[in-house]
């Protein structure tokens, strides 16, 4: 079997070849709610279905599909990534973080991780935007499990200390002052959290919940790549609020917040 690393790699030679686009500058990775407003970014100029590519696997959620759109925005070669797969769906750490990989492996040296959660501070509401600080990954897994990558492909180890950019929150703030910045606790779910598991996350010191993007980010910074972290609050999380969590809410709060998503991508990736 092709280890993950060579996996990628052969995914980005297909991509560009597909694409056309020789070397990225940006990949950004679109959670639930975020698809609409990023392809308001500019003219889509290539989309390249990712059951195309080496090593991808299918998404099981609905309304998300698999697709790497290409476009140019700012003089920046930009690719969409749509169709996130996540580990509650069956897949290996390695799986979910692919198409992050991949984008690197194409040239990308700017990741942005977007995705829709729970808020566990009743004062930043649904509807927020909140810029990634720092994670708790609470997955009890990583990107990196496994055989120790081939030379050329990340060192064993790797620090996370400045795992979501200081750089890039800075320049992000300067462009969006409005953004405030959160811890997000990565949960394996598909389950949303109790109540008891909400007050944890708390006392650890996270301020989001969520079921994506910390492998993503471990993954896109072990291989040199900077990340910036968006989060739509899209519910209170459990106990926070009094009323009970649905996946429509979390699909509501996407639509009423698409332009204000694409706005934001738009004033960001001008400057990242
Ligand atoms: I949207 O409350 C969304 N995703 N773990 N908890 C977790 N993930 C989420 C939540 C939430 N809301």
Known sequence: MTNPYELSQQAA???RARSGVDAYDIAIVLGSGWKEGAEALGTIANSVPTADLAGFVAPT???HAGQILSLEV???QVA???GRVHLYEGNTAHQVVHPVRTAV???ARTVVLTNACGGIDPTIGAGSIVMIRDHINLTATSPMEGAAPPDGYGARFVDLTDLYSQRL????HAAAPELSEGVYAGFRGPHYETPAEINMARTMGATLVGMSTVLEAIAARHLGADVLGLSLVSNLAAGVSKTPLNHL???EAGELA???LGDLLGRLVAVL
Request: proline share 0%.
């Open 13 to 15: 030679n297909e991509l």
């Open 61 to 63: 959620v609905a309304g």
């Open 74 to 76: 700012a003089g920046k």
């Open 80 to 82: 969409l990534i749509s």
């Open 105 to 107: 492996a194409a040239g």
């Open 169 to 172: 929150r800075d320049v992000a």
């Open 249 to 251: 809410e979390v699909l």
């Open 258 to 260: 698409a332009r204000s």
